[in-house]
Nanobody
């Protein structure tokens, strides 16, 4: 069992930056691949980024490639999402998720989810 808690969301102007954190409970964090997803009002949950167990492989949605960076610190049981050059269309609730397979983009492939953190980008 893994419990996840996101933090770091907020209101930012277009062009600004935010860093999201996802803290995981349990001693098996390093055995899970991690992902970030987002869901805007009226839209389906969509893949944003993912990272493998040791952090050696990362994966990004085309819409965030070059602007967002996913990383993890297994000693701190935490995964991060650094978001730069934010756009109003990035506004959404951001969720972190843990799964057994690295790099998958479908939400159903992840076993554990956090409660989400709101990111709002004003124009």
């Amino acid at each position: 069992q893994v419990q996840l808690a996101e933090s770091g969301g907020g209101l930012v102007q277009a062009g600004g930056s935010l860093r999201l954190s996802c803290a995981a409970s349990g001693r098996t964090f390093s055995s899970y691949a991690m992902g970030w997803f987002r869901q805007a009002p009226g839209k389906e949950r969509e893949f944003v980024a993912a990272i493998s167990w040791g952090g050696g492989s990362t994966y990004y949605a085309n819409s965030v490639k070059g602007r967002f960076t996913i990383s993890r610190d297994n000693a701190k049981n935490t995964v991060y999402l650094q978001m730069n050059s934010l756009k109003p269309e990035d506004t959404a609730v951001f969720y972190c998720a843990a799964g057994r397979v690295a790099g998958v983009t479908g939400p159903t492939r992840y076993d554990y989810w956090g409660q989400g953190t709101q990111v709002t980008v004003s124009s």
